[in-house]
């Protein structure tokens, strides 16, 4: 089962690569990064609004009043990285903007574990965990690198402060999906349906 979970996680992360991909194939399509982020979340909303039907469990609209309002802010989260993917693709690179983004969920993650912020339970530090964050940080900073001379096609141009800029955007994106998730649980842990808070949250945003 463990392995099963782990694979899946993977499928995940690799979906959401392919997600910012289509998203900017969107943006080239209507123009605008903010108006293909509004259309892919619009799509996304309808799809949980029909699954909750579907699975009845539109009564945990009753649940509401009993939920603390920053519980519902977990689906902010989704613009800012739909969003952020389509800016930084074509100033960054495919390789680079993903990179920052599992930098980003991967530091907001150990953050949210060895704290046991937000209801998780707390965990110890290891060596394991040491070295595996060591070895994402030392990556992502190779690929940024290496990448530096040779910006992608059509690439803007782009000042020192301009670039940090973008870079800590790409990081700050990718935190927030860990952010995302934890709240949800919240959500689901007081019970709300996850559907509807992914669509009231989504609707939020």
Known sequence: MHTALLAAALLVG???????SV???LNSAVGTPYGASAIQLGVATGLL????????????LGKLPDVEPWQLLGGLASPLYITSGILLFPRLGALAAVGLFVTGQMFASLALDL???LGLERKE???GIVLGAAAVLAGIVVIIR????????????MSSAGRAGWLALGVVAGGVLPVQGAVNARLRARGLALLIAGSLTIQLA
Do not use: D
């Not at 290496?146 to 141009?157: D, L, R, T």
């Open 14 to 20: 690799c979906l959401l690569a392919v997600q910012a």
């Open 23 to 25: 998203n900017l194939q």
């Open 49 to 60: 609004v029909v699954l909750a039907v579907a699975a009845g469990a539109l009564g945990a």
């Open 115 to 117: 704290c046991g912020l």
């Open 125 to 127: 530090l290891g060596a």
């Open 146 to 157: 290496g990448m530096k001379a040779a910006a992608p096609a059509g690439a803007p141009a």
